[in-house]
């Protein structure tokens, strides 16, 4: 069965740093553009970064643009967010994703993808 699974979140004080991962198993993980999208209580599914296929370009939201890196490991079929200088703004549930098409442009709408893992919940208490 094709899957993601995110694991490393939980709850940080403002300013602190956590380090999300996501784990591909039966996927051809090296030929997929992958996102990370957060939902906070209430609101939408927000987009936060996306990384191509090969890791040589990445883009982020605006609202997390200098503060979180993501990165993958094509060897290890794993994706990774690291978060940094976290605020309570940052709650929310967030969900790794495969984009819908191998080797596709990358994008940032939630649409475009078409595998999510079941997500991790960060909480940042202030």
């Known amino acids: 069965q094709v899957q993601l699974v995110e694991s490393g979140g939980g709850l940080v004080q403002a300013g602190g740093s956590l380090r999300l991962s996501c784990a591909a198993s039966?996927?051809?993980?090296?030929?997929?553009?992958m996102g990370w999208f957060r939902q906070a209580p209430g609101k939408g599914r927000d987009f936060v970064a996306a990384?191509?296929?090969?890791?040589?370009?990445?883009y982020y939201g605006d609202s997390v643009k200098g503060r979180f890196t993501i990165s993958r490991d094509n060897a290890k079929n794993s994706v990774y967010l690291q978060m940094n200088s976290v605020k309570p703004e940052d709650t929310a549930v967030y969900y790794c994703?495969?984009?819908?098409?191998?080797?596709?442009?990358?994008?940032?709408?939630?649409?475009?993808?078409?595998?999510w893992g079941q997500g991790t919940q960060v909480t940042v208490s202030s």
């Open positions: 994703a495969a984009h819908a098409r191998q080797f596709a442009v990358v994008t940032t709408t939630a649409t475009d993808f078409s595998l």
């Open positions: 039966r996927l051809t993980f090296s030929s997929y553009n």
């Open positions: 990384i191509n296929y090969n890791g040589a370009r990445t």
